[in-house]
T-cell receptor
Framework: DGGITQSPKYLFRKEGQNVTLSCEQN?????MYWYRQDPGQGLRLIYY???????QKGDIAEGYSVSREKKESFPLTVTSAQKNPTAFYLC?????????????FGPGTRLTVL | GENVGLHLPTLSVQEGDNSIINCAYS??????FIWYKQESGKGPQFIID?????DKRQGQRVTVLLNKTVKHLSLQIAATQPGDSAVYFC????????????FGGGTRVLVKP
């Protein structure tokens, strides 16, 4: 099956700890994205990467970090500097020459800070 | 659902009736608009899209209307079914901004049997 996988589906962390969310795609897409979703709000862009070893900040990058060492993988680290990390995190990918409607989303990771 | 809002605007519709979901966008430079459907605990799924040089596009049971004068987008679902219950988001794409998508706040649709 081709697609985007995110793991784990549910993640719990203690306050003050860093945690890394996984995102993998086998669609051969160049661009990958991380979004955050909070109750009552739409998706907000955290970071995106259009090519391996390069990434840019989105609208709410503070307290997050990413890496893009491989085309297939775009892990997101939620650091202790993120003030309100409890949220639903969505990863997406898209081919650089694809139409905007060809941005595909993963199933999401629900992060809860205890 | 666990990942969608407690405070989202909600549209309750009787099964079989038509649904209309509205969205206001902000950027005149947006060149492409997309509607997504998100079921509880899942990622958004593409429904239908429309380019900025169009004012109407039809799919299977869905129609998107675009009014650029007032920066308004709507999604019409014909003969709404229980499986249509979800949260619906509009998104605007701006090619000049690196093809990033900006999402609206979402509308929850509840279909009553």
């Amino acid at each position: 099956d081709g697609g985007i996988t995110q793991s784990p589906k549910y993640l719990f962390r203690k306050e003050g700890q860093n945690v890394t969310l996984s995102c993998e795609q086998n669609l051969n897409h160049d661009a990958m994205y991380w979004y955050r979703q909070d109750p009552g709000q739409g998706l907000r862009l955290i970071y995106y990467s259009q090519i391996v070893n390069d990434f840019q900040k989105g609208d709410i990058a503070e307290g997050y970090s990413v890496s893009r060492e491989k085309k297939e993988s775009f892990p997101l680290t939620v650091t202790s500097a993120q003030k309100n990390p409890t949220a639903f995190y969505l990863c997406a990918s898209r081919g650089l020459t694809s139409q905007p409607n060809e941005q595909f989303f993963g199933p999401g990771t629900r992060l809860t800070v205890l | 659902g666990e990942n969608v809002g407690l405070h989202l605007p909600t549209l309750s519709v009787q099964e079989g009736d038509n649904s209309i979901i509205n969205c206001a966008y902000s950027n005149s430079a947006s060149d492409y608009f997309i509607w997504y459907k998100q079921e509880s605990g899942k990622g958004p799924q593409f429904i239908i899209d429309i380019r900025s040089n169009m004012d109407k596009r039809q799919g299977q049971r869905v129609t998107v209307l675009l009014n650029k004068t007032v920066k308004h987008l709507s999604l019409q679902i014909a003969a709404t079914q229980p499986g249509d219950s979800a949260v619906y988001f509009c998104a605007e794409n701006i090619r000049a901004a690196g093809n990033k998508l900006t999402f609206g706040g979402g509308t929850r649709v509840l279909v009553k049997p």
